[in-house]
């Protein structure tokens, strides 16, 4: 992995600080043919601060956990978790939008991004993560080296590529005590 990157939480308070990071990382995934995240290429820069912008309520009443995965100043990756508050769902949250920036991709740092994403999950009581990844792509491998299984078959969207559902029950975090004795 890259030496000097971290992974943080951004609140809703921090939001317009990183917008324009995550706007240009969004339009050069999408944009680039990757895959689609939701949006129908080309998204343009409005739309893309539309899109970032629309999850500060969410970030604010706590149904959604955005992290960023940085080198200094510089954002190279991003991830999401969804947290639902349905009753019958307090085991669940839901992976999304991991994007790491085309040039950093294969040196671990969608690793880490989903690690932290691992522990947030944790943090809030949420053992079963759930997603959706592009079928036959550098994603799908990744969650599954990972631990995560197939959930159903192929969803289709809009662009015509296949989803496939995942899912992966957390393993629980290491005790104290087993990590003394390490
Ligand atoms: C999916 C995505 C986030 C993965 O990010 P990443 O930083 O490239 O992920 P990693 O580097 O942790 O792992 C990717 C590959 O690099 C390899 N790798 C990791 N660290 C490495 C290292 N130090 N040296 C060499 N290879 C390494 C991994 O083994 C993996 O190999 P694989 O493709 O054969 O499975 C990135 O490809 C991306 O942004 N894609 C576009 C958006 C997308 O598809 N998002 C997912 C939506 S569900």
Redesign the pocket.
Known sequence: ?LQSVAVRSVSAMELDAVLPQLVELLRE?VNAG??S?GFIPPVSTDAGYAYWRSLRPELQNGSRVLVVAHAGERII?TGQLEIPHWPNAPHRAELQ????TAA??????????IGALHDAARRLGRSLLI????HG???E??YK?LGYREAGSRIYGRTGWGAVRLHHALPRALTNKRLRRE
């Open positions: 992995m995934t990757g895959p995240l990756g939008k991991l994007v790491v950093l991709r294969g040196h671990g740092i969608g690793n880490v991004l997603l959706n990844a592009r792509g550098a994603a491998r990744l080296r």
